[in-house]
């Protein structure tokens, strides 16, 4: 499995903890940055990392940041991308298992090496289930595509 990994300032230590991870698995890390702790703007690593989803060209992305919530709204706004803010053990999983995330967001001011390392390590051998899951996000997909091709002015809400 390819993962495309990225951080603003704030990640980078825990950017390391999360390469050795996928590492550990067998995986192969794309590391697109940053590499220096000046001040660096989230959301063009979310585009980045997003785009190498999006585009088919790494299986999964995972994004730091301080919170972990602005790298996840970047991130969506990526074509295909479905990026998941995780916190803990349980989004971790229900991320994968329900809503297919192809992006984790983490929060680096919150996590330790350890902590890190066993939520990577769930959220990349937790399989989706599909079933009712799929067509949840088959609705997903359709509404990305219908907001990138504009509204239609008809539309009428249930």
Request: glycine share 12%; with cysteine; hydrophobic share 35%.
């Amino acid at each position: 499995m390819r993962v495309a990994i990225g951080s603003d300032h704030r990640g980078i230590k825990q950017r390391g903890w999360v390469a050795q991870a996928i590492e550990q698995l067998g995986g192969e890390v794309v590391d697109l940055g940053t590499h220096s702790l000046e001040s660096y703007d989230y959301p063009d690593i979310a585009a980045e990392v997003g785009q190498q989803v999006g585009q088919g060209r790494v299986d999964r992305g995972i994004l730091i940041c301080g919170t972990g919530i602005g790298v996840s709204i970047a991130a969506n706004k990526c074509p295909g991308v479905r990026a998941a803010v995780c916190h803990d053990m349980h989004t971790i999983e229900m991320s994968r298992r329900h809503n297919d995330a192809n992006v984790l967001c983490l929060p680096g001011d919150a996590l330790d090496p350890v902590q890190t390392q066993a939520m990577i390590r769930t959220w990349l051998t937790t399989e989706f289930e599909g079933g009712r899951h799929q067509r949840r996000i088959d609705k997903i997909t359709a509404l990305e595509s219908q907001f990138s091709k504009g509204l239609s002015q008809d539309r009428q809400r249930p």
